[in-house]
């Protein structure tokens, strides 16, 4: 059975999809809060990409390392909050660290409510 945290990296299955939203196979972090994960049969992610070359606002870059364990260097895709059925993720991949999971809080906060970013610059974010 697989167990789901908040900060997991797991490879999950984005198609069918449509328009501009992600599709294929792809790398995604857990947002969801822990309390959660196991009252529903859905997770909440952010997808992640490989096209840093595409960064658009709200958009982060996420080094590859140990930890996480990405094959490249990534865009985590804030504004591309999505909800899954846990039967969609395949893999898991690694975790990020808790500096990351909370810029992803700010990043979220800022997208939804127009909250202001704390001490986080809204551009150049990286880890």
């Known amino acids: ?12 299955i984005f198609d069918p999809s449509f328009g501009h939203e992600y599709r294929k196979v792809r790398p995604a972090i857990i947002i969801q809060q822990d309390q959660y994960i196991t009252s529903s049969s859905l997770l909440t992610v952010i997808p992640i990409s490989s096209q840093t ?22 865009l985590i895709k804030t504004k591309q909050i999505s909800s899954f059925d846990k039967q969609r993720f395949i893999k898991y991949i690694g975790m990020i660290t808790q500096p990351v999971i909370n810029n992803i809080d700010e990043q ?15 551009k150049g974010l990286e880890y």
């Open 1 to 12: 059975m697989k167990t789901f945290q908040r900060g997991q990296i797991w490879l999950v």
């Open 108 to 122: 979220i906060k800022h997208f939804l409510f127009g909250v202001e970013m704390g001490a986080f610059s809204r």
């Open 53 to 74: 070359a595409r960064q658009t606002e709200l958009d982060f870059l996420l080094k590859r390392n140990a930890q996480n364990r990405l094959m490249k260097d990534s």
